[in-house]
Nanobody, 122 residues
Framework: VQLQASGGGLVQPGGSLRLSCATS????????IGWFRQAPGKEREGVSC????????YFGDSVKGRFTISIDSAKKTVYLQMNNLEPEDTAVYYC????????????????WGQGTQVTVSS
C-alpha cells in the first residue's frame, strides 16, 4: 500500500490550495481514504474522510463549508480542495487509508503517506 501526498505550499489567508493523494496497492473503491493534519504541538486530527463503498464523507467542524473531498477512481487519486484558508489551517497534511477507517480518526487508519506542508500566512 502506497500513498503520495502533494500540493502543499505557502498561501495567503483567504486563498486556496488543492492537495492530491496518489494511491496504489489496495482496492481504492472499497477502502476509506482520509486527509489528516498535524500542527506543531498539536495532535493529529481528521480533516476529511471518504468511503466510496458506503457513500459516506466526513468533515471536521473547523473545515466544513471551506474544504471539499473528491476522488478520481480511474487515477486512484483523492483530492482535498481547500478554500478560504485561515492561518489556523497551517499544518502538515497527510493522506491515509484503511479498510473501514472508523470515524475519520487517525487511530482508525493503517497506511499513511508522507506529509505535505501547508502554510497560511500573509
Amino acid at each position: 500500500v502506497q500513498l503520495q501526498a502533494s500540493g502543499g505550499g505557502l498561501v495567503q489567508p483567504g486563498g486556496s490550495l488543492r492537495l492530491s493523494c496518489a494511491t496504489s496497492g489496495f482496492n481504492f473503491d472499497y477502502w476509506a481514504i482520509g486527509w489528516f493534519r498535524q500542527a506543531p504541538g498539536k495532535e493529529r486530527e481528521g480533516v476529511s474522510c471518504i468511503h466510496s463503498e458506503f457513500g459516506s464523507t466526513y468533515f471536521g467542524d473547523s473545515v466544513k463549508g471551506r474544504f471539499t473531498i473528491s476522488i478520481d477512481s480511474a487515477k486512484k487519486t483523492v483530492y482535498l480542495q481547500m478554500n478560504n484558508l485561515e492561518p489556523e489551517d497551517t499544518a502538515v497534511y497527510y493522506c491515509a487509508t484503511a479498510r473501514y477507517g472508523l470515524a475519520c480518526s487517525p487511530r482508525g487508519y493503517d497506511y499513511w503517506g508522507q506529509g505535505t506542508q501547508v502554510t497560511v500566512s500573509s
